[in-house]
C-alpha cells in the first residue's frame, strides 16, 4: 500500500506541475521532505507501521478497502487510477450483475407499443422499469417527483448540453461559471450568449469578495 501511496504522490506533484504549465521538475530536498511527511501521515493514520499498529488499524474503513480493492478492481493491481471524476471505474461485480440482467432479459424501446409476453411486449416492462429507476434516483437526492424530472443522458456532457440547448435564456440572464472548469460547462456559454445573455467567469476572488461571503 505505501507503494501504491508514493505513486499516487508522485502522479500528483507531475499533474500540478503540468497544469501550470512545467513539464518536469526534479525532486529537490523540500519535495522530497513533503512527500515522506505524507508518508508518514499515512503511515500514522492508516496504520502501515507493521507490526502490531497494522493489525489494530488496517487501511481504511476496517481494511475494507484493501478488500475491495483486491476483489473487485483486481485489474488495478500495481497501477494508481486518477480519473474517477471523469470516467470512475465499475467493478466486477457490477459487470457480473449487468451480464446477468442483459443475458435474462429482453430490452426493447420503452416508447414502442406492445403487451404481449414476445419481443413486442416488453417495452411496458422496461418502461415500467426505467420509471421505477428515475423514482430511486430522485428519492436519493431527495426530490420530490412533483417538483424534480430524472432525465437519463449518455453522460455528463450529453446531460450539460441538454441544459444548455433549453434553459430559457433571456437578455436579463447571466451565465456565471468558475473559470476552472469543466469544457463541457464552458460551453454552456455560447448557448447563453446566441440567446442575448450575459457570461461571467466568476474566481475565488470575485466571491471572496461579495458581500455576505
Known amino acids: 500500500m505505501e507503494a501504491l501511496l508514493s505513486q499516487f504522490w508522485d502522479a500528483w506533484v507531475l499533474s500540478t506541475l503540468r ?11 523540500r519535495r ?27 487501511y481504511g474503513y476496517d481494511g475494507s478497502i484493501d478488500a475491495m480493492r483486491r476483489e473487485e478492481f483486481s485489474r488495478l493491481e500495481g497501477s494508481v487510477y486518477l480519473d474517477h471524476a471523469g470516467a470512475t471505474l ?34 411496458g416492462a422496461r418502461a415500467a422499469s426505467l420509471q ?10 431527495n426530490a420530490s417527483p412533483e417538483d424534480y424530472l430524472c432525465i437519463f443522458t449518455a453522460g455528463a456532457t450529453a446531460g450539460l448540453k441538454a441544459v444548455g440547448e433549453t434553459f430559457r435564456w433571456d437578455q436579463g440572464s447571466t451565465f456565471m461559471y468558475t473559470s476552472d472548469n469543466h469544457n463541457s460547462v464552458l460551453g454552456i456559454r455560447n448557448y447563453a450568449l446566441e440567446r442575448g ?6 474566481s475565488r476572488v470575485t466571491v471572496d469578495a461579495r458581500d455576505g461571503c
Open 90 to 123: 465499475y467493478s466486477e461485480r457490477q459487470l457480473g450483475k449487468c451480464l446477468e440482467e442483459l443475458g435474462g432479459g429482453v430490452y426493447s424501446n420503452p416508447h414502442s407499443e406492445g403487451t404481449g409476453q414476445g419481443p413486442a411486449g416488453v417495452s
Open 32 to 58: 522530497r521532505r513533503e512527500k515522506e511527511a505524507f508518508l508518514e501521515f499515512a503511515r500514522e493514520r492508516q496504520g502501515l507501521r507493521g507490526g502490531k499498529d497494522a493489525a489494530a488499524s488496517p
Open 197 to 202: 445573455a450575459s457570461a461571467v467567469a466568476a
Open 132 to 141: 421505477s429507476e428515475r423514482r430511486a434516483v430522485l428519492a436519493m437526492f
Open 19 to 29: 497544469r501550470f504549465g512545467v513539464g518536469s521538475c526534479p525532486l529537490d530536498e
